[in-house]
């Protein structure tokens, strides 16, 4: 699906019949050639770059910097994007918004954008939770993406895309800019690495996105966790933990049979240690499961020895499945051994929700986050600023 740049970088050649390549994601080379070849100067590559991720810029045809003749030739010659968004769903009192996103064929895929309260200057952060893969193989059985199979990887345009569409509509809703992003959506992103890896590449080189703002979450892919440790990109790794015994995990997470848990924190340590940053633990809380207080006390054992973060996020029900989340006090027992113990958790509330909550895992990504006070309560959701600090 990609080929190497002699940087390495995977590029994105288009799909069936020679297609046009990404703008997102052609390579310094290839771009500067081209302008070449329809007679421009080397600074228009630069001018493109920027255009692709101005908010309001839908096509070449709204470059308005470009002359209009170029505007054409570019459009024949390139992809301005390898992703469009076919529907919209608000939800949240408008702070999420959910976008099905036709792929580069006949595939789609579901890109979240949600605004939500935050510490810092502007007070405020807007998170895009893209999908990796149509489908996924891991087969997890409390996911709705695991239930359909893979049918495919994403692309690294149709990646980065989805982050630029997202910004798009965060901006129709005088929401945004985009400051973070999560690689939560469908798929296993390290089963598609090439895709995330020059995704992520680009993302922060010509999308302006710091890799801390950036989290990766993974079932424990063991050696994609191990390879993405040595590529220079201290991006958070969430390790989707929720079991703490490999009978258990065996079950929730097929990948364990292949990479059991002993590995598995092996390579999340050594990843912290790698990469200065400190790791996430993904914990779907599923009623009468992994909601028990032997599985707690693992928990506990594995966040200790990683100095990881825990994220419960208690399940949200999926056709076809009799699991659920926990009674409350189940949950706010679970989460007490947690904080207890010193553990730091965040609560990934769910409230209020259910109804968009088409593709479970996409919701949970993204639902504003509370913190659990020592007492078992949750803190109250912060209101959101509207309208403020948006760039042109
Ligand atoms: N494949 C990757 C990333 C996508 S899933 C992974 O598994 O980590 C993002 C998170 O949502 C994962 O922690 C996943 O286990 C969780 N999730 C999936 N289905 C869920 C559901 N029905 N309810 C709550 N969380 C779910
Ligand atoms: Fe795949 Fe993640 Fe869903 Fe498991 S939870 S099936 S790894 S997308």
């Known amino acids: 699906m990609t080929r190497a740049t002699a940087a390495g970088a995977p590029v994105d050649p288009g799909h069936a019949g020679g297609a046009r390549p990404a703008l997102s994601t052609i390579g310094e080379r290839d771009l500067a050639g081209?302008?070449?070849?329809?007679?421009?100067?080397?600074?228009?590559?630069?001018?493109?770059?920027?255009?692709?991720?101005?908010?309001?810029?839908g096509g070449f045809e709204e470059i308005r910097q470009l002359p209009g003749g170029l505007r054409v030739e570019l459009d024949h010659r390139l992809r301005f994007s390898k992703a469009a968004v076919t529907s919209e769903r608000v939800a949240d009192a408008g702070q999420t918004l959910k976008l099905l996103c036709a792929?580069?064929?006949?595939?789609?895929?579901?890109?979240?954008?949600?605004?939500?309260?935050?510490?810092?200057?502007?007070?405020?952060?807007?998170?895009?939770?893209?999908?990796?893969?149509?489908?996924?193989?891991?087969?997890?059985?409390?996911?709705?993406?695991?239930?359909?199979?893979?049918?495919?990887?994403?692309?690294?345009?149709?990646?980065?895309?989805?982050?630029?569409?997202?910004?798009?509509?965060?901006?129709?809703?005088?929401?945004g800019p985009v400051t973070h992003v999560v690689y939560m959506g469908?798929?296993?992103?390290?089963?598609?690495?090439?895709?995330?890896?020059?995704?992520?590449?680009?993302?922060?080189?010509?999308?302006?996105?710091?890799?801390?703002r950036i989290t990766v979450s993974t079932s424990?892919?063991?050696?994609?966790?191990?390879?993405l440790s040595t590529e220079g990109l201290p991006v958070t790794l969430a390790v989707s933990l929720h079991a703490a015994s490999d009978e258990l995990r065996n079950r929730l997470v097929p990948l364990n049979r292949a990479h059991p848990l002993d590995?598995?924190?092996?390579?999340?340590?050594?990843?912290?240690?790698?990469?200065?940053?400190?790791l996430s633990l993904e914990w779907c809380l599923i009623g009468g499961v992994n909601d028990g207080l032997d599985q707690a006390a693992g928990l506990v054992a594995i966040a200790r020895r990683l100095g990881?973060?825990?994220?419960?996020?208690?399940?949200?029900?999926?056709?076809?499945?009799?699991?659920?989340?926990?009674?409350?006090?189940?949950?706010?027992?679970?989460?007490?051994?947690?904080?207890?113990?010193?553990?730091?958790?965040?609560?990934?509330?769910?409230?209020?929700?259910?109804?968009?909550?088409?593709?479970?895992?996409?919701?949970?990504?993204?639902?504003?986050?509370?913190?659990?006070?020592?007492?078992?309560?949750?803190?109250?959701?912060r209101p959101v600023r509207r309208g403020a600090s948006i760039r042109g």
């Open 186 to 212: 469908m798929g296993e992103p390290l089963a598609a690495y090439e895709t995330t890896l020059a995704s992520l590449r680009v993302l922060v080189a010509a999308g302006g996105i710091s890799p801390r």
């Open 308 to 381: 990881a973060h825990v994220n419960v996020i208690p399940m949200n029900r999926i056709v076809g499945s009799p699991w659920g989340p926990p009674a409350a006090a189940v949950g706010r027992a679970f989460m007490r051994h947690l904080t207890g113990a010193g553990v730091t958790v965040t609560v990934r509330d769910t409230r209020g929700g259910e109804a968009e909550a088409a593709c479970g895992q996409l919701r949970a990504a993204l639902e504003p986050r509370r913190q659990l006070r020592p007492d078992g309560t949750l803190t109250p959701q």
């Open 34 to 57: 081209l302008l070449r070849e329809l007679g421009q100067p080397s600074w228009r590559a630069r001018q493109l770059r920027e255009a692709t991720w101005h908010p309001y810029v």
């Open 103 to 175: 792929l580069d064929g006949p595939q789609t895929v579901e890109t979240v954008a949600m605004e939500s309260p935050a510490r810092g200057a502007s007070g405020r952060r807007a998170t895009v939770c893209v999908s990796t893969q149509v489908g996924c193989a891991v087969g997890c059985p409390f996911c709705a993406t695991g239930r359909m199979g893979l049918r495919r990887s994403c692309t690294p345009a149709e990646v980065v895309d989805q982050v630029r569409l997202a910004g798009q509509a965060l901006f129709r809703h005088a929401l």
């Open 263 to 278: 590995g598995l924190v092996a390579a999340a340590g050594a990843y912290a240690r790698a990469t200065g940053r400190r």
């Open 220 to 227: 424990g892919v063991v050696p994609g966790i191990r390879r």
